[in-house]
Structures are given as C-alpha cells and as structure tokens.
C-alpha cells in the first residue's frame, strides 16, 4: 500500500520523507490557504521533496476553467496530479485532460457511482472521504470496499486514495480492503509509529542492559 501525505506542511513533509515512508503528497484548497504562502511556491517545494505524485487541486467550477488550471499545474513539475471535483463539468474536464495526458485525481467521491463514472472518464486516481462520511453517519469504509471489488471485477485501473482519513485505524481498514493508497494527516501518521508495549519493552531493555552493565 502506498502512503501519500494528506497536507501542504512542506517542514512535515519534508521530515516524513527521510524516513522514506512518503510515496506522494495531496493537497487541497484549504489545506495550501492554512500555510498562508504563494500557492506556487508551495507546491514547487513539495514537488522537489517527493518524487511521487503531488496532487494539486483547480479552483475553477466550469470545463474550461479547469482545463486552463490542470494545463498550467502541469507545467510546474513532473510529478503533478491535478485534483478535479467531482461534478459534470469536472468530469468532462477529466476526459479532456486524461486524452492529453494529465493525470487526475477525481475528488470529493461519495459513493461507488461517483467513482466508476470518473474511472470511465479516466480518472488516474479518485479520493473516496472516508471520514466525511462517518461524520454524516454513514460507514465511509464501505463505500471503499464496493468500489475496490468494482474496480476489481472490470480490472479498471484508476488508483484508490483512501482520503479524509481521521486515525490510524483508518488505515488498517483501506489496506485490508486491497485500496492502493492511503493519503493520510500527518498528525495520524505520527500515531501510527507508536504503540505503548514498544515505548515499554524498549525501557526495560535498557534497564536490563545497564544493570547487566554495573553487575559484570
Ligand atoms: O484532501 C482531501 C481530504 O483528505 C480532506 O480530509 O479531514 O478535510 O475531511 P478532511
């Protein structure tokens, strides 16, 4: 399962990216307007830090205002994705854009019809909001499951991200469905790295060598 960072955090991203466990980036309008910074700045410094796909989303609500973004996006690195919302004008833009070549990442999916429409259309990756949904009193994991046996049943091959993810358990449930990508809060991959019998098991090894140490 590939890991991408959910922020536009260029300390954090940089900080997860030595320990080599970030496989790309996706950021989103709200997550670029809380740095505070030039939009473009930001995302060159993210797209120099991963080698990976960095998602980018358009701020553009017609065909061709999408189209005209996802264009100049792709200009600034390789590595771009461009985020398009899923509405029928994002999708046409989807259709334009997978024929040229740019890869898209269909955002705000809710269902497993939203996704298979925008996989029709092209799409590289689409971004079911789990924790969204949840909030709304729906499980989000099983929107994910139907669209990974759906997506498996045709051997369609846009790409899973698992977004909107909320804790660590989040994580285990998409990497047991079979998604191919979790994109994941910082602050969530941090828990990840700690369980309290490691933190207690590490103390009493220490305890014991150094007492082995003083008794030699
Ligand atoms: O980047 C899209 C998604 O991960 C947003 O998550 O927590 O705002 O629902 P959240």
Request: charged share 25%; aromatic share 8%; hydrophobic share 45%.
């Amino acid at each position: 399962m590939k890991f991408f960072l959910d922020t536009a955090k260029v300390e954090k991203i940089r900080e997860f990216a030595q320990l080599g466990v970030v496989d790309g980036v996706t950021t989103n309008p709200t997550l670029i307007a809380k740095e505070g910074r030039d939009f473009q700045e930001i995302v060159k410094e993210i797209c120099e830090i991963v080698e990976g796909p960095v998602s980018v989303e358009v701020t553009a609500l017609d065909t061709e205002g999408m189209v005209r973004e996802a264009r100049e996006f792709s200009k600034l690195a390789d590595n771009i994705v461009v985020k398009i919302p899923m509405t029928r004008e994002g999708i046409k833009a989807v259709n334009i854009l997978s024929k040229e070549g740019i890869k898209t990442n269909v955002t705000l999916i809710f269902s497993p019809n939203q996704g298979l429409i925008a996989a029709k259309a092209g799409a590289t990756y689409i971004s079911p909001f789990v924790g969204r949904l949840d909030d709304n009193g729906h499980v989000g994991m099983d929107v994910v499951g139907e669209i990974v046996t759906i997506f498996k049943n045709y051997n369609i091959e846009t790409e899973i991200i698992v977004a909107s993810i909320r804790h660590p358990r989040h994580v285990v449930e998409a990497a047991k469905l079979g998604a191919h990508i979790a994109t994941i809060p910082f602050e969530v991959l941090e828990k990840m790295f700690y369980h309290p019998l490691t933190e207690k098991g590490l103390e009493i090894f220490m305890r014991d060598w150094e007492n082995y140490l003083k008794n030699r």
